[in-house]
């Protein structure tokens, strides 16, 4: 289950401080429709092997599960998050309204936020084979692309019609899907027609294992593969899925599941901005941070106290202190404490006063060497920005040639930068990113700007003058911690954070589930953040010993020449030792000196003696322990400083008459 990545605000972030408007963050939802295709070949089992890793499921059971395991995953990390799963291809025809108009289309999941009884349904089909069989049925003539993609616009338009994301999955191992120039046509326009409403389609084609799938002959032409807006941009985010072939060893769910996840969750925007190259040269671009730590999201608040539990409505009133009666909100004033006293203003003018640096912008002020950043001038995480034709028409072209031109000059910007309204604005440097791909040529990262946030003099602080002498490795130790970090290296020597999910986040998610699900509670999280001992030790268990036994030696070397006080003594201290040779006595708890003499060192204080000592005024003069000692043995509490000590050993010397 792969993290959820939101850059909305946190909620303890002061609303009075920023003025966000969280009706902003409410719209941005994400409506995600799953289109399986079901035929013959789709519904093909890959043959039987005696590989365990090998595929089990046909194409269109692994989407199916796919869907199953990304619905689970939504409906804890992303509850206001739609997503439908519609069939098409199937002999029923089936939208839920009794609809027919769309043949061969059949609504198995609609599109709404899924609930657990959506989630149970899905999980029984994928699991009886009965049950899917009757709904799994490949009409003879198949389904028209074109009916698929106007039965998909139709959806978002009545059940998603104010989202600002609506995507469309479609998982298909036909590469040419229609059977006239007429019906190719027909299906670009529909294409078309969801672009204009704002969904973008993504493709998850599968290849038969007698023919590979060539996107060339027919989704070339359906899905486009650069902005709509600009199409001749040089610079967009590559398209290409990873192609999955059954019967291979890895099975195609996984391949599946990799890279639906990759497209699940949006990307949301932190911020729009524009960036300002000269005075009058404006482009709109968009800001994002990619990776972030999530914590467990509490979504709304449930009052268990009726019948059946029911979501909270909250609402807050601010009540004067004298009469209890309600204040309106433009009666409210902020005020500032200076001086003792406090100073009042108006809505207006904190307005005025925190909007006196200017609109929102990132502006460039020079450039300089990239060098000439040291690697610690970072105060707060980088955010990756993006071209974006929104609100400028040919943002991605200047920005790709701002870009380029950076990477060839080995150039950084810098930029004044001040992300919202009511922000205080701070300096960053704008570092130029490449394009990075993976061994099947997928884009990992897309080309773009690190805007990196740098600190003022105020920020920076001098490191301490070490008073001793550092130590220093030798070459020896080197070589051989050399060995160990080679035999310790990660796969293909990257660390990939999307590999290691975060294990508290993941197990609460898991107990969520199976509370919603029914389901019977796991036993033990799956972390995968916990090192493999055993491989470690394998691996350089006999290289880590050896270090370790040269370390010794070298540490002992070098410790002795260099810290010569830190040795053994080999004088006698006079000033510990008696002169008259005698062993000093044994360090006991200070205690009343007429009681040592009588009692003993070993033997507690009655109370008698206790009040005789405060009798005499030298109560304070016990030390913490013999007090603490004295009220733990009847009973009182042993908290507190000293003076909280003796008054409680006072107060029970009253109590008792003594």
């Not at 060497?369 to 970072?378: E, K």
């Not at 006079?574 to 040779?581: A, H, I, R, T």
């Amino acid at each position: 289950m792969a993290d959820a990545h939101d850059n909305r605000p946190g909620e303890d972030e002061e609303e009075e401080e920023e003025e966000i408007d969280d009706s902003a963050y409410k719209t941005m939802k994400d409506a995600v429709l799953f289109a399986i295709h079901v035929s013959p070949t789709m519904l093909e089992c890959p043959p039987k092997t005696e590989d365990r890793k090998a595929d089990r499921d046909s194409p269109t059971s692994a989407a199916l599960k796919c869907a199953y395991q990304l619905m689970q995953q939504r409906i804890i990390s992303n509850p206001n998050d739609m997503m439908g799963i519609l069939l098409f291809g199937t002999e029923k025809t089936d939208l839920k309204d009794g609809d027919s108009t769309f043949q061969h289309c059949y609504l198995l999941a609609d599109l709404d936020v899924p609930s657990a009884q959506d989630v149970k349904r899905l999980r029984d089909l994928v699991e009886n084979d009965e049950e899917a069989e009757q709904i799994l049925k490949p009409a003879k003539d198949g389904a028209s692309i074109a009916t698929v993609l106007f039965c998909a616009n139709q959806i978002f338009t009545t059940k998603a019609p104010n989202f600002s994301s609506r995507r469309l999955f479609l998982v298909t191992d036909d590469d040419y899907p229609v059977k006239v120039r007429a019906d190719k046509d027909t299906a670009v326009t529909r294409a078309r027609d969801l672009y204009d409403l704002g969904c973008t389609i993504d493709l998850f084609p599968i290849s038969r294992p007698d023919q590979s799938f060539d996107r060339s002959r027919f989704y070339d032409d359906l899905i486009y593969p650069t902005s709509p807006s600009d199409p001749d941009a040089p610079v967009t985010v590559a398209s290409t899925t990873k192609v999955a072939t059954s019967g291979e060893g890895i099975t195609l769910l996984k391949q599946l599941l990799s890279s639906i996840n990759s497209k699940a969750t949006p990307r949301r925007a932190l911020f729009s901005l524009p960036l300002e190259l000269s005075p009058d040269l404006r482009i709109s671009v968009k800001g994002y941070i990619l990776i972030k730590r999530q914590e467990h999201g509490k979504s709304c608040y449930v009052w268990v106290g009726g019948d059946k539990p029911q979501i909270v409505t909250s609402s807050t009133s601010h009540m004067a202190d004298d009469t209890a009666r309600v204040i309106e909100k433009t009666e409210l004033r902020k005020a500032y404490k200076f001086g003792g006293d406090a100073i009042t203003f108006t809505p207006e003018e904190i307005t005025k006063i925190r909007q006196a640096f200017g609109d929102p912008v990132i502006r460039i002020i020079g450039f300089k060497p990239i060098s000439a950043l040291p690697i610690w001038a970072n105060t707060n995480k980088a955010t990756f920005i993006y071209p974006s034709e929104v609100d400028f028409i040919g943002s991605t072209r200047v920005f790709s040639a701002l870009q380029q031109k950076l990477i060839k000059s080995q150039k950084m910007g810098l930029v004044w930068f001040i992300a919202r309204r009511n922000a205080a604005p701070i300096l960053a440097a704008l570092i130029p990113a490449e394009e990075k791909t993976n061994e099947d040529g997928e884009q990992s990262m897309a080309p773009g700007l690190w805007l990196v946030p740098l600190p003022f003099a105020d920020d920076i602080r001098q490191f301490p003058e070490s008073a001793e002498k550092p130590l220093k490795t030798t070459d020896e130790l080197t070589d051989k911690m050399r060995v160990i970090i080679e035999q310790l290296q990660l796969p293909k020597g990257v660390y990939d954070p999307s590999r290691y999910p975060n294990p508290d986040l993941q197990w609460f998610y898991r107990i969520l589930q199976a509370m919603a699900l029914e389901e019977e509670l796991p036993d033990q999280p799956d972390d995968k953040t916990i090192p493999r001992f055993k491989q470690i030790e394998k691996r350089c268990g006999e290289y880590i010993q050896a270090y370790g036994k040269k370390f010794e030696a070298v540490y002992a070397q070098v410790a002795k020449s260099t810290f010569p006080h830190r040795g053994k003594a080999t004088g006698k201290r006079v000033s510990v030792e008696p002169e008259d040779g005698e062993k000093p006595k044994s360090k006991r708890v200070k205690k009343e000196p007429n009681v040592k003499e009588e009692e003993g060192d070993d033997e507690d204080i009655t109370d008698e003696q206790m009040a005789s000592i405060n009798n005499k005024g030298q109560i304070s003069k016990q030390t913490v322990a013999v007090l603490k000692v004295f009220l733990a043995q009847r009973g009182e509490t042993t908290s507190g400083k000293k003076m909280d000590l003796v008054e409680r050993t006072q107060q029970y010397l009253e109590s008792k008459g003594l």
